[in-house]
C-alpha cells in the first residue's frame, strides 16, 4: 500500500518509511513519530520551517536503517538516543542549525555506512570513539566550527570519502592517509592543520585531494600524478 509521502510495508500493512520534500509548512516533528515500530526510513529534506529539536521517541524505532533530516531549521543538539539505533545505516543530518558536540555513542552504530552532518553549528573535537566505527564508508562534518586535533584513532577507518573542510582542526591529519585504504576523495581545506604531506601515501585510488589554506608543507607525494584533483599550498 502506498500513500502520498507513505509507504507501507505490503504484507503487514505497517508504515514502513516517510518521504517529505520541499515545503514551507511550519512544523516539528511530533513525538508520536516513535510509535511506528515498523519504519525503516524517514526523508525530510528542504523545510526551512521545521524547528525543535529531534525529539527523543525516535529512539524507539529500532528498525530504522536510514535517516535524513537535511535542510530544515531544527536545532539543539545531537541526541545520544541516536546510538541507540543499531540498524541505522545512512546519517545525514546536514543543512541544520544543530549545535553542541558530536555524541561518541555513535560509535556504537556498527551497520553505519555514511555520516553526514555537514552545515551544522557544532563545536569540540572529534570523540576518540569514532575510529571504532565498523563499517563506516563516508564521514563528512565539512562547515562547522569543530575544532581540536583530529584523533590517531581515525587511522583504523577506511573510508571512501572523508570532508573535514572549513573547521577549526589542528596539528596532524597524516592518520587519514595509506596506501592500502580504500579512500577516493580527501578534503581538509580551510583548517589549521599543519604536517609534512611529503611522507604520506596516498590511497591507491584516490582521485580527489583538497588540503589548501592549512599549514600543510612538504613536497608533494610522487602519487599526485594519478590524481585528477588537486588543490595544495605546499610546494611542488
Not at 511530533?30 to 523545510?47: K, Q, R
Not at 536510514?66 to 546519517?91: R, V
Not at 555537514?118 to 570523540?127: F, Q, V
Not at 608543507?217 to 610522487?222: A, F, I, R, S, V
Request: net charge neutral; aromatic share 10%; glycine share 6%.
Amino acid at each position: 500500500m502506498t500513500w502520498e509521502a507513505v509507504s507501507c510495508q505490503h504484507k503487514t500493512n505497517r508504515i514502513q518509511s516517510i518521504t517529505l520534500i520541499v515545503s514551507d509548512h511550519a512544523f516539528q516533528i511530533p513525538p508520536s513519530i516513535g510509535n511506528l515500530p515498523y519504519l525503516e526510513s524517514i526523508f525530510l529534506n528542504e523545510f526551512p520551517h521545521l524547528t525543535g529539536p529531534i525529539p527523543e521517541s525516535i529512539s524507539k524505532l529500532t528498525n530504522l536503517n536510514f535517516l535524513t533530516i537535511s535542510s530544515t531549521s531544527i536545532s539543539g543538539p545531537i541526541p545520544n538516543f541516536l546510538g541507540k539505533l543499531k540498524n541505522l545505516a545512512y546519517l545525514d543530518l546536514s543543512f541544520n542549525k544543530l549545535s553542541g558536540t558530536l555524541p561518541p555513542s555513535l560509535s556504537h552504530l556498527n551497520e553505519l555506512l555514511r555520516f553526514d552532518f555537514d552545515n551544522n553549528k557544532l563545536t569540540g573535537p572529534i570523540p576518540y570513539s569514532y575510529g571504532y566505527f565498523k563499517n563506516l564508508m563516508s564521514f563528512t562534518v565539512s562547515r562547522n566550527q569543530l575544532s581540536g586535533r583530529i584523533p590517531v584513532s581515525l587511522s583504523r577507518l577506511n573510508l571512501y570519502y572523508i570532508n573535514l573542510s572549513n573547521n577549526r582542526f589542528q596539528g596532524d591529519a597524516s592518520m587519514l592517509f595509506g596506501s592500502k585504504k580504500m579512500t577516493s576523495l580527501i578534503y581538509l581545506t580551510r583548517n589549521m592543520l599543519a604536517f609534512d604531506l611529503g611522507k604520506v601515501e596516498l590511497p591507491e585510488n584516490l582521485t580527489t585531494l583538497n588540503v589548501s589554506h592549512n599549514d600543510i608543507y612538504g613536497n608533494l607525494p610522487l602519487e599526485v600524478e594519478n590524481l585528477s584533483l588537486l588543490n595544495s599550498d605546499t610546494a611542488m
